[in-house]
Each structure stands twice: as structure tokens, then as C-alpha cells.
């Protein structure tokens, strides 16, 4: 995709004035919250559940290249293939490589984050395959030529009357008085279209929410079960995947499963929980005939053994970003890049640079609501921080801020000098907030008040009050 | 010499410049739960602006300066969660591998207390005095909520005042969109925050607004004004002190 994380502010005042997109966003505030809230409170183990979740991963990331052998061994012995794809660059080379050997002309898609990572779909475009979305929302967003706005509900920028009328637009061989004002009804229509579609299709593209060392399964959870057509009906499933899906055991995956659809939709569990393991076997009914997995890393192995490590055990949820009062006011394109939300302010700078992502871990409140819900207790707010100290130390900082923050911090680190200072300025901002006591309009100051009254200070500092009352008392 | 716990006021440097009045609450507050009070000269700011820019020079530099001023109490008491939890969950972080700078950032941050909840959970404090009467809904502040775990330490003080009503608002526990210097870089997505958290207190139908952090305080006053609102809006400790004669902030 292209990313547009650089233009974030303008990005992000776009997507203020734009009224359908703001009516959309109240469902992110309103449905996934309430949703998650009644099913943690429905779990008395749930904080124990989220302690076990974060060591599963952390011991993972500790022992990386031994479950990873462990798992290609595994899925090799299932009679499938693994391929290591160190950039998006290689991935889709791959990918494309398997799909030629097989002819391809259609592929069909389950929702993956990591296909959208390495761009695949405008990939497979240019050199003559069709990719079907087969996830309602991605179906959507494809149809309207975009990208997802949130890692587990791509099209939830959209009102439903779009969604027809894009329907209408596309799918013309329907009959044009037919009733689409039920969600119900979009969704049989979806069906009804991309049934078909599974049967031609000649490779099956999936993501996995959990690759499993001890069996070299790849475990994929939906609510439509379109993955899981997506992945069986056609002759050759391909699953692609990032490195730090991996977890030791079935028994771990079991665990952080618990957690992953409680915090994503407020479910006990998904709808489909799909096992993988290898193509189909000789007494199988069903079942692809050759099996797949590409391991991409594109930046992740780099983010071991620094402050971003912990970032590697998310799990996709994306309770962070349905939480977080940035993503509910400007919606998931504004953030520019393949992740949106706290997560991808985290992700976006280790997998495009910081030159590039530099506004997004900038664009936090640090009100640290995603990491007091984050399942795997990714400390979100205090990664963003370390890349805005990364930013500093490159002089990435805008340089009337760096500067701003020099002539303060050289006040501050001066008590005496601050005391002479600010015991002169206050009193003066102080007179400026007249009988009204309050400022309307403050030069160097109009980030504040170009939507807010600047409080007049009182007067004195609290400082220079306390010791003339102290002399005061000390002279009576 | 007295038996009673020391304790420096860490005023903050939003209080102290802008709402001396919460300075003079807290000591009153303090010294009437049983403490004796100081109030060191030598202290400017936590350095929390420089330690969310990324400066952490700077901050190292404040947190040395605020340790040495303030080490020698019992406690150390910040009528903010914000400058509390800088103080108390971020200070030793920042002398990581100075061992000598660690053990004393470690033991200072032990005496760390946001105002409200040293006042009931280490002073035990069960009531206050204050004549204070009126409707007031109250915003959990984010650090000290998430930070600190302080949201029911004000209410209970709140709600031992006969004269005091308190009416919650919608949502309590979501950002304001002040985020430091955040509301200054992003200035419209701050202000699309705050715009629905003033709609919730509006609803509320309460007469006065408090909370415990000024820097939200100044931002949530700043927007209703802006908007042409009436709640009045001070910081808890005000309330609590029964020092309520000064004008509200950003108000008459
Ligand atoms: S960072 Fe945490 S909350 Fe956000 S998507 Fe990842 S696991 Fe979920």
C-alpha cells in the first residue's frame, strides 16, 4: 500500500470533517467495548489468563530459532513446505512462484494482515492474477479499491448504506429492486457471489493467527467461515505468516486463545477455530493438495533483543486500537500504514523507519488505556515513548519543538533562575486573562487556543505566595 | 521535633504557576491529616514534558534535581497522578545502569503519593472538613487511574461531604485529549477528544467539574469555555480543602 503515515496531521483532519466516517467510528467506541468488557467480566481467570498469555510468548521469543526449526521439522513430516521470507520483497516472490507452478489464475483469500504487509494483492494484479477477498470486510474494502481501517474488522469505517450501494454497483447481475436494507441480506449476497469463486479458485491464500511448533499446524480463527473454504476447497493452501505467530505447543495456543476472542469481539471463542496440518491426506474427503507456509520476518528478528521485543507478542486483536480515543476520533486510514491504532504507532516505525512513522507513536495521549487491555500486556504507551527517544537522538524532532523544550528544560534545571523568571512572567499572563480570566488567543500558543480558552494563571506562583505568607507568619 | 511523618510537597509546575490555590489546598489538606509540611524552594517540574518528547537527558537532569530536594521526607505528596506516577513508576527507569542513581530514584519513588490517595490510604484518612455544597461530576484522569489505581479514593473523600452531590459522568475513565504537549502538536484530534468528554460533563447537569490533574483540568475549562459552557471546573483537592473563595479556573 501506499503509505501515507508522513501526512498523518492532514490525514487525520480529513477524517474529522468526514461525517460518514465519524458515524462509523461510533461503532468502534460503543459495540467492541461494551462486547469485551461483559465477556472479561464473565471470567474470573482473565488477568491470570492474560500473565500466562504474555510468558507463553515471552519464553517463545527467548527460544525463537528452536521452535522455529521444531516447526519447519513438524510441518515437513505433515508432508507440507516451508519457505523463509526475510523481506515483503522475497514473500511475494514466493508466493508468486508456487502460484505459477500451479497455473493460477484466481486465488482466493482468507483476512490477513500480512498479505496487506507485503502488498500482495496489487502484486498479484500486475502479473495477471486475481485475488479474491473472500472475509465479508475484506470482500468490501476490495470493492471499493481500499485498504482495511482495523486489523480485525477491515471495512468498520463504513455505514451500511455504502456497503449497498456499493453492492449495487458490482454486483449488476442481481436483480436492481432487490431488498438489501438487512445486514443479513448483504451478507447472503456476499455468500452468494463468492461461493462460486472458491471453486475456481486455484490457490487458497490464508493467514494464521497461531502456528504451533509441537504438530507444524497453522490455526486461523473467523466468524464466517470463509477461511476455512478458502483454504480446502482450493488445490493448494498457501498460509503466510509472520515469525512471531509461532508458539510451542497446542496447549499454549489453547491458552492465549482464551484471551485472543474475548478481547478482539467479546466472544468466548470465534465462530471457526481451523487446525492445518499439511495438505490432505490419502484418507482425507477433502482437502488441499499441497501445503504451504511462508514465514515472512520484514523487520521482526531485527526487533529482538530491543526495546521493541515485546511488540512481537501481539496477537492481533486489536482491543488497543478499540480503545484508544486517536483511533475513535480519526479512524484506522488516517494512521497511513498497514497498522492503525497504539499498535501500529509500535509497528509502523520498526517495519518502515522512523523517518517515515515518526508522527505515530507521537500521536498518543500516553492515557495507557490499550496497554491496561492489551491481552499479551504489551507496555504500548512506554514502546511509543522509546521511539520518540530514538527520534530525539536522530534530531528527528521538529525543530521548534526540540527547541522549545531546550529553553524550558534549561529554565527548569535552574531552580533559581526559574523562580526570577516565571515569578515575572506569570503575573503578566495573569493581567493578559483580564476580568474574564481566561485568554482567547496567545501568540506560540495557538495549538492551545485555537480551540480552547487559555486559563489565566491565578497571579503569584504558588512558590512565591507560600514564601511571603511563611515571612508573613515568621514577622507576626 | 515532632512525631509526625514529614512530608514535601511536590506542588507541580502547572499548579504552581497556574492554581497556586491547589498548592495552598494540599498543604491544608496535608497538615490537617497529621503531617508536618514542607515546601522546598529548589523545585520547578517532575520533567515529565521532556520525558514523553524523548529528551531523556533533560529529565534524568530534573529527576536528580527533584530527588535531591525531596529524598530527606517521609513522603513525598504531588496534588497530581500524573507528576505522581512520573515521580513513582518512571524516575527509576530513567538512571537504568547507574546503580548508585538507581537505589536512590528506587527509594525516593517509595515515598511517592498522589495527594488524594496518600491522604486516605496512608493518613487513613476518613473525612475532611469542608463547607463546600453543590453538584459535581468527577474525571478520572488517566495516569493516576491507570498509573496509580486512583478512582476510589476522591469519590469516597467526595462523598463524606454532607453538601456534595456527585453526579458521574458517561465514560469517566476515557482521555480528555490533554496528553501534555499532545494537545499542542495534534491540536484537532485533542480537541475532537475533549469536545465529546465536555458533552458528557454537560449532561451530567452538574455544577462544578473536578478532577485531579490541572494540566486536564486547564484543557476540559479551556474547551467548555471556548464552548460557551457554565460548569465550573476546579481540582478536587479545592473542594476538599473547602477552598473554594478563588474564582474557578478559567472562570470568574
Ligand atoms: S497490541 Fe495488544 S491489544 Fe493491540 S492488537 Fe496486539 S495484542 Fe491486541
Redesign the pocket.
Known amino acids: 500500500m501506499q503509505i501515507t503515515t508522513p501526512n498523518f496531521k492532514e490525514n487525520a483532519t480529513r477524517a474529522l470533517n468526514d461525517a460518514p466516517l465519524q458515524k462509523a467510528l461510533k461503532n468502534v467506541e460503543i459495540g467492541f467495548i461494551a462486547k469485551r468488557l461483559a465477556a472479561v467480566d464473565a471470567l474470573p481467570e482473565f488477568e491470570q489468563l492474560r500473565d500466562n498469555a504474555r510468558d507463553i510468548k515471552n519464553h517463545t521469543l527467548a527460544h525463537l530459532d528452536l521452535y522455529l526449526e521444531e516447526y519447519e521439522k513438524k510441518v515437513i513430516a505433515s508432508g507440507g513446505h516451508v519457505h523463509f521470507a526475510e523481506t515483503a520483497e522475497d514473500a511475494r516472490a514466493i508466493i508468486l512462484d508456487i502460484c505459477r507452478k500451479r497455473n493460477a489464475k484466481t486465488v482466493t483469500k482468507g483476512k490477513s494482515m500480512i498479505t496487506e504487509e507485503i502488498g500482495l494483492n496489487d502484486f498479484f494484479e500486475k502479473n495477471g492474477i486475481t485475488p479474491v477477498e473472500t472475509d465479508l470486510g475484506e470482500y468490501i474494502i476490495q470493492l471499493r479499491g481500499e485498504t482495511p481501517s482495523h486489523?480485525i474488522a477491515p471495512a468498520v469505517h463504513l455505514n451500511k448504506d455504502q456497503v449497498e450501494a456499493d453492492f449495487r454497483r458490482v454486483h449488476t447481475h442481481l436483480p436492481a429492486d432487490r431488498d438489501l436494507t438487512e445486514h443479513e441480506a448483504l451478507l447472503n449476497e456476499a455468500r452468494l457471489v463468492l461461493r462460486q469463486r472458491y471453486f475456481e479458485a486455484d490457490v487458497g491464500i490464508t493467514g494464521a493467527n497461531f502456528l504451533v511448533a509441537e504438530t507444524g499446524s497453522s490455526v486461523i480463527v473467523t466468524n464466517e467461515g470463509n477461511g476455512d473454504l478458502t483454504q480446502t476447497l482450493g488445490k493448494c493452501h498457501v498460509v503466510v505468516a509472520s515469525l512471531e505467530k509461532l508458539v510451542p505447543t497446542l496447549n499454549d495456543c489453547s491458552q492465549i486463545l482464551r484471551v485472543l476472542a474475548r478481547?478482539?469481539t467479546g466472544q468466548d471463542m470465534s465462530v471457526y477455530t481451523t487446525f492445518s496440518t499439511g495438505p490432505k491426506r490419502a484418507e482425507d474427503p477433502d482437502g488441499p493438495e499441497e501445503y504451504h507456509v511462508v514465514l515472512l520476518d520484514n523487520g521482526r528478528t531485527a526487533m529482538l533483543g530491543t526495546e521493541f521485543q515485546e511488540?512481537l507478542?501481539?496477537?492481533?486483536?486489536?482491543?488497543?486500537?478499540n480503545h484508544c480515543p486517536v483511533y475513535h476520533a480519526v479512524g484506522g486510514h488516517a494512521y497511513g500504514a498497514v497498522y492503525p491504532?497504539?499498535?501500529g504507532a509500535?509497528l509502523t516505525p520498526s517495519l518502515s523507519g522512523i523517518e517515515v512513522g515518526g508522527h505515530l507513536p507521537n500521536a498518543s495521549t500516553f492515557c495507557g488505556r490499550?496497554e491496561s487491555?492489551?491481552?499479551?500486556?504489551?507496555p504500548?504507551p512506554k514502546m511509543m515513548r522509546h521511539w520518540r527517544e530514538r527520534e530525539f537522538e536522530k534530531h528527528l524532532t521538529p525543530t521548534a519543538a526540540r527547541y522549545g523544550l531546550k529553553f524550558w528544560a534549561f529554565f527548569a534545571r535552574r531552580p533559581k533562575l526559574y523562580r526570577a523568571a516565571v515569578s515575572v512572567a506569570m503575573p503578566l499572563l495573569s493581567w493578559l486573562g483580564g476580568s474574564s480570566r481566561r485568554i482567547h488567543s496567545l501568540p506560540l500558543a495557538d495549538g492551545w487556543t485555537k480551540h480552547r480558552e487559555m486559563p489565566a494563571p491565578e497571579g503569584k506562583t504558588f512558590l512565591q505566595a507560600w514564601a511571603e505568607k511563611q515571612a508573613r507568619e515568621a514577622g507576626r | 521535633m515532632t512525631d509526625k511523618p514529614t512530608v514535601g510537597l511536590f506542588v507541580t509546575c502547572l499548579a504552581d504557576l497556574f492554581r497556586p490555590t491547589v498548592g495552598f489546598a494540599a498543604a491544608k489538606l496535608i497538615e490537617d491529616a497529621g503531617c508536618e509540611l514542607h515546601v522546598p524552594m529548589a523545585q520547578t517540574c517532575c520533567g515529565q514534558p521532556a520525558y514523553n518528547s524523548g529528551d531523556r537527558k533533560d529529565a534524568r537532569a530534573l529527576a536528580e534535581q527533584a530527588i535531591e530536594a525531596f529524598e530527606g521526607f517521609d513522603y513525598v505528596v504531588a496534588p497530581s497522578g500524573s507528576c505522581a506516577a512520573m515521580l513513582k513508576k518512571h524516575y527509576p527507569g530513567l538512571f537504568k545502569g547507574d546503580a548508585t542513581w538507581e537505589k536512590r530514584a528506587q527509594a525516593f519513588s517509595a515515598k511517592v503519593y498522589e495527594l488524594v490517595s496518600f491522604l486516605t490510604d496512608v493518613m487513613k484518612v476518613e473525612k475532611v472538613e469542608s463547607q463546600f455544597a453543590g453538584t459535581v461530576t468527577y474525571h478520572d484522569s488517566c495516569s493516576g487511574l491507570r498509573e496509580l489505581g486512583i478512582k476510589a479514593q476522591p469519590r469516597k473523600l467526595l462523598g463524606a461531604l454532607p453538601g456534595v452531590t456527585l453526579a458521574e459522568m458517561k465514560d469517566s475513565e476515557v482521555c480528555c485529549g490533554f496528553g501534555g504537549t499532545f494537545c499542542v502538536k495534534y491540536p484537532d484530534i485533542s480537541n475532537a477528544i475533549v469536545e465529546k468528554k465536555t458533552a458528557t460533563i454537560s449532561d451530567t447537569g452538574a455544577d462544578v467539574l473536578l478532577a485531579g490533574d490541572i494540566g486536564c483540568l486547564m484543557n476540559m475549562a479551556g474547551k467548555i469555555r471556548r464552548e460557551g459552557g457554565k460548569t465550573q471546573v476546579r481540582h478536587v483537592a479545592e473542594v476538599l480543602a473547602g477552598m473554594t473563595d478563588t474564582p474557578p479556573i478559567a472562570g470568574k
Open positions: 486489523i478481547s478482539a511488540m507478542r501481539c496477537i492481533r486483536c486489536g482491543a488497543c486500537m491504532g497504539p499498535m509500535v490499550c487491555v492489551c491481552p499479551m500486556r504489551i504500548l
